[in-house]
């Protein structure tokens, strides 16, 4: 096994950790009753980019993509 490999391999494994926990971390989609009424509509909700849920998207996204970048790496056949 060759030292990248191992490197890569180390690495799948965090990003896979983190990518768990951050998702984990994230709230549900789901307004409830709320947004019939038009109440899930707040100052929150209209500034969620700029917020903490607005960052744990973009890092999912990210985590995501790095995510399917290792996981092409390590499945080339080098040998």
Do not use: H
Request: proline share 0%.
């Amino acid at each position: 096994m060759s030292a990248l490999r191992i490197v890569f391999t180390i690495l799948f494994i965090i990003d896979c950790l983190v990518l768990t926990v951050v998702v984990l971390m994230q709230e549900g989609k789901s307004q409830g009753l709320g947004a019939i009424a038009g109440a899930a509509e707040t100052y929150w909700g209209k500034n969620k980019g700029r917020s903490m849920e607005g960052f744990l998207v973009k890092l999912t996204r990210a985590l995501a993509i790095l995510f399917m970048v290792l996981a092409v790496l390590l499945n080339l056949n080098t040998y």
